[in-house]
C-alpha cells in the first residue's frame, strides 16, 4: 500500500504565498507523476497541477504563473508553491499520485487527505 500526506495548508491573506508539501511512502517502485488537485465549496474537483518523474509540469490557466510545481524524487515527495493568493483559490488542495508498487506495475492511483487552504479578502 501507498500512503500520501499532504501538509502547509492554513490561513493566508490575498496576496500572500503558502507552500504544501505531499509525501509518499509505503510500497514504492516509482512514481509516474504526481498532480494537486482542488475542490471549492459546492464545486467540482479540479486539477491545478502535474508534474512527471522526468519533470514535465502542466498548469490551470486559472494557477499558471503563480503556482509552481516541484518533486523531490529522492524523498518520493511533491510541492506546490502558491504565490499571489487570490480569494477565488480557497479549496481543499489533494495530492495524487500514480505509483508502481513493483517494476510489473504499471501503477495504481492513490490521493492524499487533503488540505485546507483558506484566503482571506
Known amino acids: 500500500q501507498v500512503q500520501l500526506v499532504e501538509s502547509g495548508g492554513g490561513l493566508v491573506q490575498a496576496g500572500g504565498s503558502l507552500r504544501l508539501s505531499c509525501a509518499a511512502s509505503?510500497?514504492?517502485?516509482?512514481?509516474?507523476?504526481m498532480s494537486w488537485y482542488r475542490q471549492a465549496p459546492g464545486k467540482q474537483r479540479e486539477l491545478a497541477a502535474t508534474?512527471?518523474?522526468?519533470?514535465?509540469?502542466n498548469y490551470a490557466d486559472s494557477v499558471k504563473g503563480r503556482f509552481t510545481i516541484s518533486r523531490d524524487n529522492a524523498k518520493n515527495t511533491v510541492y506546490l508553491q502558491m504565490n499571489s493568493l487570490k480569494p477565488e483559490d480557497t479549496a481543499v488542495y489533494y495530492c495524487?499520485?500514480?505509483?508502481?508498487?513493483?517494476?510489473?506495475?504499471?501503477?495504481?492511483?492513490?490521493w492524499g487527505q487533503g488540505t485546507q487552504v483558506t484566503v482571506s479578502s
Open positions: 495524487h499520485g500514480v505509483v508502481r508498487s513493483t517494476y510489473r506495475s504499471s501503477g495504481n492511483d492513490y
Open positions: 508534474i512527471t518523474s522526468g519533470g514535465t509540469t
Open positions: 509505503g510500497s514504492i517502485f516509482s512514481i509516474v507523476v
